[in-house]
C-alpha cells in the first residue's frame, strides 16, 4: 500500500524547512559542500537527492538532461561521474542560478548548462541525451491546487499533470537506446503514475528501491525506468 502525507502536513514541514533567518546558505551532502540559495528545494530536506544521486546510472562518456535541477547536486554528480555534458533544466529561476554555483564550485562548470526551462521548453528540437532524469514532486494534490511559491512546485505535482509531460514529451529528446528515469518514493502515488505511463504506452520498471530510516519513518526511495513499449 501506498503511505501517503497530506497536502497540509508536506506544506507544513516546507515552511518549517524554509522559514527563520537561520537557514544555512551551503550544505553537505555526498562528500561536498553546496550553496543552497534562497527559494530553492533544500536537497537535505529527505534523504531522497542523496539517494538518487548515488544510485542513477549516469551514462560514461555521455550526454545527461536533468529535469528540476535545484541546487543542481544531481547535475553536477553527473558531470563528476564522467558525463561529457549535462543540461539542467528548472522551471525556477533562482535553482538555475544555484546550479550555476554549485557546477563553478564543483569544477565543471563547463560541462554543465542550466536553463530555465517549463519541462522540456529551453531545448531545441535536436537536442538529444542519453538518459533523461527527474527527481519529481511527489505529493499528489488535486487539479486546481495553486503552486503558490517556487517552492510548492518542487514538492506538489497537481493532478501528476507534471509527470504526464515529462514522460510523454521524452522520447522526442532520447537517442536511440536512451534511457527515461524517473526518482520517487513510497509516499508518491505510484497508481497514478502507472495509469499515466499505461496512457502514454510506457511500461515501468523498478530499477532500485532504497530504504533510509529518517527522523520519523522509514522512508523507501524507488529509482524506475520507463520503457517504451
Ligand atoms: C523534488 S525537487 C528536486 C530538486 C533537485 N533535483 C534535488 O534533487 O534536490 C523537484 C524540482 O523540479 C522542479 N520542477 C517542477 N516542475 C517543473 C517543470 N514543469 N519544469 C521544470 N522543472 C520543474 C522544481 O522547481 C524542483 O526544483
Redesign the pocket.
Same mark, same amino acid.
Given at each position: 500500500m501506498t503511505a501517503q502525507e497530506s497536502p497540509e502536513t508536506v506544506a507544513q514541514a516546507l515552511r518549517h524547512a524554509l522559514v527563520g533567518d537561520d537557514l544555512p546558505d551551503t550544505f553537505t551532502l555526498l562528500g561536498r559542500e553546496w550553496d543552497l540559495h534562497r527559494g530553492?528545494?533544500? /536537497?537535505t530536506?529527505s534523504a531522497?537527492?542523496e539517494v538518487?544521486?548515488s544510485i542513477v546510472p549516469y551514462p560514461p562518456g555521455g550526454s545527461f538532461l536533468?529535469?528540476?535541477?535545484?541546487?543542481?547536486?544531481? /547535475?553536477v554528480t553527473a558531470a563528476l561521474h564522467g558525463c561529457a555534458s549535462v543540461t539542467a533544466?528548472?522551471?525556477?529561476e533562482r535553482?538555475v542560478a544555484n546550479t550555476v554555483a554549485n557546477a563553478e564550485r564543483h569544477g565543471v562548470g563547463d560541462r554543465v548548462r542550466a536553463l530555465h /526551462?517549463?519541462?522540456?521548453?529551453a531545448l531545441e528540437p535536436v537536442d538529444r541525451f542519453d538518459t533523461i532524469f527527474?527527481?519529481?514532486?511527489?505529493t499528489y494534490v488535486e487539479d486546481d491546487f495553486a503552486?503558490s511559491t517556487?517552492?510548492h512546485?518542487?514538492?506538489f505535482?497537481p493532478g501528476y499533470q507534471?509527470q504526464a509531460?515529462?514522460i510523454a514529451g521524452a522520447h522526442k529528446h532520447l537517442t536511440d537506446g536512451g534511457r527515461l528515469l524517473l526518482?520517487t518514493a513510497d509516499l508518491g502515488d505510484r497508481e497514478r503514475l502507472d495509469a499515466i505511463a499505461e496512457e502514454a504506452g510506457v511500461r515501468v520498471e523498478m530499477l532500485r528501491r532504497v530504504r533510509r530510516i529518517e527522523e520519523v519513518r522509514v522512508m523507501e526511495y524507488h529509482l524506475l525506468e520507463l520503457h517504451a513499449r
Open positions: 530553492v528545494f533544500p /536537497s530536506l531522497a537527492t538518487l544521486a536533468e529535469i528540476g535541477c535545484g541546487t543542481g547536486v544531481i /547535475s533544466l528548472d522551471i525556477n535553482a /526551462s517549463d519541462m522540456y521548453t527527474w527527481n519529481v514532486p511527489w503552486l517556487d517552492l512546485s518542487a514538492v505535482d507534471g509531460r515529462y526518482g
